[in-house]
């Protein structure tokens, strides 16, 4: 009897050289293929009884490959045996999309493989000595892979609980039709209900909900999905004006509102959360920018539409948080440092120390366009760490105090206060260091925020309230924390050479600080009169642009 004949498609030699090892004692006949392109030639000169392939190749990829085998005519009937360092579900699914009769990772086990070459190699002998008879070696081979495969694939493409194809199954399935508009339903507060009622109750709420939804929507028109926990999906076929997805979406939130779903002897109200798309080139793309949209703007629906002011600032919102990764990433987070005066020396003797994106070409961006929404996308803080780091680099040597703005989160954050009080662990010069309280934040855990306050004071940091003037319950920050330095907010500076009123709340908050052995710094001075103003009500220190500039670079104290 003639040997089986295994071709071995693979670019790497010590892999090919692992599968022959594997396999010595078992008496085949192996071809070697470096690539793709010459395995698939090989495959049809050869007819090998089985393909063994890599996926990650030059030139042409194993999945390529595989397509291209199993629709030839001269191969289609050859096993092939996917062999790959690729080990998520999603590779795998590919894989035997594309025809894989079986998959195994790298590195993978030698009596795994050989039993399935075994199967494999016995199914191509049969189907070629024309032995259909042979059922218990078809059935071996099912039982390792075709039903293996056919449940993985169901399972990947399908929702566990509801049954319902799943954000897989729904991008294939616009991948694979036009003329298509998409709905995203998010069910609002959902956590909520979980947390008050219990898991399995949530879960029979959303089977509950599955069934409602299909009972309003049962035509052949739409297709339905779960694509994640609380958000499901409507695939609308064939709608083609705004206004008739508009009213689609006004019609069901109506009956969906007016039900009470009973579960374990609960009635629970839904409110939902829809928005809608006919985009089709981005379609589950925007729908789920329509439903973030209408979620920040307290909408019940909303239709994309990218001309909109609302989509303009997602937009934007975008663009400033890949502008954050890209500048944490590539260290374009730059201090600028801005000097504040004795009022009475006329010397340099601070430093504000402000949060700067400078690109690679030289362009300056100020915080207003990007913080807020680096506190919004969870990397406020790494560019927290990353001023910190570089401030105490750059006065490490100097005389001067420097300070740095903390929000009261950055002070009860346990992360972010363990990286304060190791950076002050390993600094000299700990009494030039100012951590400046935003006023305007508010203040809602004193207890935690005076925690920290103590610590720092003991490594001998002064605390200053920043923007002093702008908010509410101002005197109370003062009695309650027992800071150092009041800044006057520029709100109330900039207008002092024609504002009386302006002239009064700056004189009453200087004498209140003096009465309380607290320091005063005007911000937002602007000119050569505020200046004189400033000075004469008796504020200690001055800030702004008459003074400097804020730069790279630190000024030299006259």
């Known amino acids: 009897m003639k040997e089986p004949l295994i071709l071995i498609i693979d670019d790497n030699s010590d ?11 078992k008496g085949y006949i192996f071809l070697e293929a470096h690539g793709a392109k010459e395995g698939i030639a090989m495959a049809i000169e050869y007819n090998p009884n089985l393909i063994i392939m890599d996926i990650m190749m030059p030139e042409i990829d194993g999945y390529e490959a595989l397509r291209i085998i199993k629709e030839s005519d001269k191969t289609k009937h050859i096993p092939v045996l996917v ?12 894989a035997l999309e594309y025809g894989a009769d079986g998959m195994l990772t790298k590195p993978f086990d030698r009596v795994h493989l050989a039993e399935q070459i075994e199967a494999l190699v016995g199914l191509c002998k049969n189907a070629s000595n024309g032995k259909t008879e042979n059922i218990e070696q078809q059935e071996i081979l099912d039982s390792i892979f075709h039903r293996q495969s056919r449940e993985l694939i169901r399972y990947y493409y399908t929702d566990a609980l509801t049954g319902l194809p799943n954000r897989s199954q729904l991008i294939r399935d616009i991948g694979n039709a036009k003329n298509l508009s998409l709905i995203l339903i998010d069910i609002d507060s959902f956590k909520d ?38 958000i499901f999906a409507v695939l609308v076929k064939e709608c083609s004006a705004a206004e008739e997805l508009n009213n689609l979406m006004r019609q069901f939130v109506y009956e969906m509102e007016r039900v009470n779903f009973l579960c374990r002897g609960h009635e629970i109200h839904f409110r939902f959360t829809v928005g809608a798309s006919m985009f089709e080139s981005e379609l589950l793309i925007s729908s789920e920018k329509a439903l973030k949209t209408a979620k920040a703007a307290n909408k019940t629906i909303l239709l994309y539409d990218e001309e909109s002011e609302e989509f303009r600032s997602y937009e934007q919102n975008i663009f400033w948080i890949n502008k954050i990764i890209e500048a944490i990433s590539c260290d ?43 506190k919004k996308s969870k990397h406020y803080a790494a560019i927290t760490k990353n001023v910190i780091e570089k401030s105490f680099k750059q006065f490490e040597n100097s005389d001067c105090q420097f300070s740095i703005n903390l929000s009261a989160k950055d002070m ?4 972010m206060t363990e990286y304060i009080y190791g950076r002050l662990n390993s600094f000299s010069r700990c009494d030039k260091v100012i951590f400046e309280l935003l006023e305007s934040e508010g203040v809602q855990n ?13 490594y001998g940091c002064q605390i200053a309230i920043d923007d002093f003037g702008s908010g509410y319950s101002n005197f109370i920050h003062l009695l309650r924390l027992k800071v150092d330095i009041i800044k006057i907010d520029g709100s109330l500076v900039r207008d002092l050479d024609r ?12 004498d209140f600080a003096k009465k309380l052995g607290i320091l005063t710094v005007a911000e937002f001075v602007h000119s050569e009169p505020i200046s004189r103003i400033v000075k004469d009500l008796g504020v200690d220190y001055s800030q702004g642009y008459f003074i400097g500039e804020p730069k790279k670079e630190v000024l030299k104290s006259e």
């Open 15 to 25: 892999s090919r050289l692992a599968i022959r090892a594997a396999l010595r004692k």
């Open 83 to 94: 062999v790959s360092a690729l080990s998520s579900m999603n590779e795998k699914i590919v």
């Open 193 to 230: 209900i979980v947390y008050f009622y219990g898991h399995e109750t949530g879960d029979l709420c959303l089977k509950s909900f599955t069934l409602k939804i299909k009972q309003l929507l049962d035509s052949d028109k739409y297709e339905h999905y779960r694509i994640s926990g609380d």
């Open 332 to 374: 374009n987070i730059v201090p600028f440092y801005q000097p504040i005066i004795n009022n009475k020396t006329h010397k340099i003797e601070k430093y504000e120390c402000l949060v700067r994106i400078v690109e690679k070409d030289g362009t300056i961006h100020t915080p207003i366009k990007f913080l807020d929404i680096s």
């Open 412 to 415: 009860v954050d346990s992360e």
């Open 446 to 458: 004193y207890n935690s925020v005076y925690a920290f306050i103590s610590k720092v004071k003991e």
């Open 499 to 510: 504002d009386e009123n302006a002239q009064i709340m700056v004189q009453t908050i200087v």
